[in-house]
Structure formats: C-alpha cells, structure tokens
C-alpha cells in the first residue's frame, strides 16, 4: 500500500470474520483483538525514510561491530520510524542514540550469549538467570495471528526483596533483561523475514496480590524504582515499537482510578494498545482473553490449559528462591554459535 503503514490494524481473524470458537467472533470480541500496529511490511515510502536514515547514521554504523538485519536492517529501522509517527528525523536521532548505545553499553558483542537461541533454548538460559523476585515470561508462545506472548505477573513483585536479597548485582539483573529485549528483537525479525509481515509482542499484565502479603508496593522502593526506570527508558527507545498489545489482568480498584488519570498524559496510540480485564475468576473475563491468546498458551489460571508458564507459573516457592540465591552468581556466560544460531532460526514454531 502506499505511504506510511497504517498506525492499527485489524487481526486477520478479525479481518476475515473466521470464528474462533463454537460460534463466531462477536463485534465486541473483535475489538479486542484489533492492534495498535501494522503488519504491513515497510512500504516504498517507508523505505526511502528508512534509506535516508541509514545515510544520515553512518559514523555510528560504521562503529558497530555487528552489523546484522535484526540490528541495522530495514525492518529494526522501520520500528524506529513507526514508533516516531512517521518523523524520519526522530525516529534518525532514536536510532543514532540506539547505535552508540550498542557500542558503549557492549551489547554489540555481548548479544552473542542470546541472539541464535531457538525459544526453548532461549527460555532455559532465561530461566536459570531470572530474578524470582520479579515474575515474567518473555516467551509464552504465540498467539493465532502470530504474535509473541509474554506474561508478567507485577502482583507477585516484591520490589523490596528484589533489591535486597541477592548476590549479583541490580546491574548484572538489568543486563540479564537487557539481553532479554536483545533476542526478542532478533526472533521478531526472524518471524517477520519469514512471514512476510510485522510480528509484535503481546504482554499480558497480572496485578492480583498486589501489595499483598508484605509486600510494598513498588513506587515506595526508591532503589526498585530507579531500577525500572533505567530499564524502562531502554525499552522505549532501544527496543522500541515491540509491543502490540498490553493486557491487564486483575487490576484493582486504585489502579484503575488513577489510570484513568495518567491516560490522560498518553497518546491516543498508546492508549489504544491497553486492554484492562478484571477479575480472572469471571467467566467473561475468561472469555474475553481467550479471544487474544489461544488456550494452549493461556495459563490455567486464567482459564486455559498451560499449567506451567516459566517463571510465573507455578509461583516461586521458598526452595527455588533458595537454589536461584546460591546458584546465580556462579552461572559462567553462555554464547550461542553461528551454526546454532542458523539451526534456531530454520526452526521457529509457527503460531498455533
């Protein structure tokens, strides 16, 4: 299509009107599958923006010592210019800033310790390094438009024990997270090279036992807090426009009413992407997520069949916390080799 891909789109399933279950996909279920992004492919116009900030970057690409699509190519650039709205002299600066990043920060190099891993293999290496005071799955499987689905559970942080209780750094933590977003970026261009389209990340927010069982809530840890904000801060413009959809699941009372105040501060984009679920124990909420995520890779605590989703389900008991505090610290760096890296990318699973 001509000029810039759109800013939302429809699922194909919704597109289609296919049903997805006994009967067929509701007006309001379908509107929760519609995403705040495109699967369009960089379209010509995109592509000559895309072009004319490569040139304008090529100080800072030719200090990269890695200079691989995922990092460099049209698509990674496309994501900057459709996070930017379209502003290729924006989106140009994120990017530069993104490209010095890499080099300063080591990620040029250290990126070897993750990007080739295959899914599985990802999500052991994440798994053994994995802070269990901060309960997350970047990689729960895919949905049936071929997305990413990543679980959080924040009503499970403890904000407190994350930065007191431990023998690795908040640094070492903040890496480990970092090398994170670095495979997801490269799966997700793999996905897309492949598929022909645009492939995101759902993240599905669990808030249930916030501030529960002693819980402080994060925004009283100052130490916790500046942790996220330096992780947020990479994510928004280092790994940027990953996200498709936000999903929030059991979000009480409080946190509604003040998100009511804050999304007055975010953009209609922005807003677009957050679907808030209540209470998971109702059977329209049930309902409602499986319109989004297929049963398969829906956790059986909300009403579908995965039993285990790793590192959020089952909840970390006082044993694994235990073997993680003395294991940790002395896990050796891993680095994946480029014939396991072109075997795990021949291999990606479809979406189901």
Not at 26 to 36: D, F, N
Request: aromatic content about 10%; proline content about 6%; glycine content about 6%.
């Amino acid at each position: 299509p001509g000029g810039r891909a759109p800013a939302a789109s429809r699922s194909p399933r919704a597109q289609r009107g296919r049903p997805t279950g006994p009967a067929a996909m509701t007006a309001a279920a379908a509107a929760l599958v519609t995403y705040a992004t495109s699967p369009e492919l960089p379209s010509p116009q995109e592509l000559e923006l895309i072009e004319g900030i490569r040139e304008a970057s090529q100080t800072e690409l030719q200090a990269l010592t890695c200079k691989a699509d995922d990092v460099v190519g049209d698509l990674r650039i496309c994501r900057f210019l459709r996070a930017r709205h379209g502003d290729a002299k924006e989106a140009g600066e994120w990017f530069r800033e993104f490209l010095r990043w890499r080099v300063e920060s080591g990620m040029d190099i250290n990126r070897k310790q993750v990007v080739g891993r295959s899914p599985e293999d990802f999500m052991r290496w994440f798994a053994q390094r994995r802070n269990p005071y901060l309960p997350m799955c970047p990689y729960g499987g895919r949905n049936r438009d071929g997305h990413v689905v990543w679980f959080l559970h924040q009503g499970r942080l403890d904000a407190k024990k994350f930065v007191e209780h431990r023998q690795v750094s908040k640094d070492q933590d903040l890496k480990h997270l970092e090398l994170t977003l670095e495979w997801m970026l490269w799966h997700l261009d793999t996905l897309s090279r492949r598929e022909q389209r645009m492939v995101y990340v759902i993240k599905v927010a669990d808030f249930s036992g916030l501030g529960a069982e002693g819980r402080k809530l994060p925004i009283f840890v100052p130490e916790f807090k500046a942790f996220m904000q330096d992780l947020l801060k990479g994510m928004q413009k280092h790994y940027c426009e990953h996200d498709s959809m936000f999903v929030l699941l059991n979000t009480p009372f409080a946190f509604r009413m003040l998100f009511s105040v804050i999304k007055l501060l975010l953009t209609k984009r922005q807003v677009s992407k957050i679907r808030m679920f209540g209470d998971t124990s109702q059977a329209d909420v049930r309902s409602n997520l499986l319109q989004i995520l297929p049963e398969e890779v829906c956790p059986a605590a909300y009403g579908g069949k995965a039993e285990v989703v790793t590192g959020v389900f089952p909840f970390a008991t006082e044993a694994d916390i235990q073997e993680w505090y003395q294991k940790r610290h002395l896990l050796p760096v891993e680095t994946v080799d480029d014939a396991a890296a072109a075997a795990a990318a021949a291999a990606t699973p479809a979406p189901p």
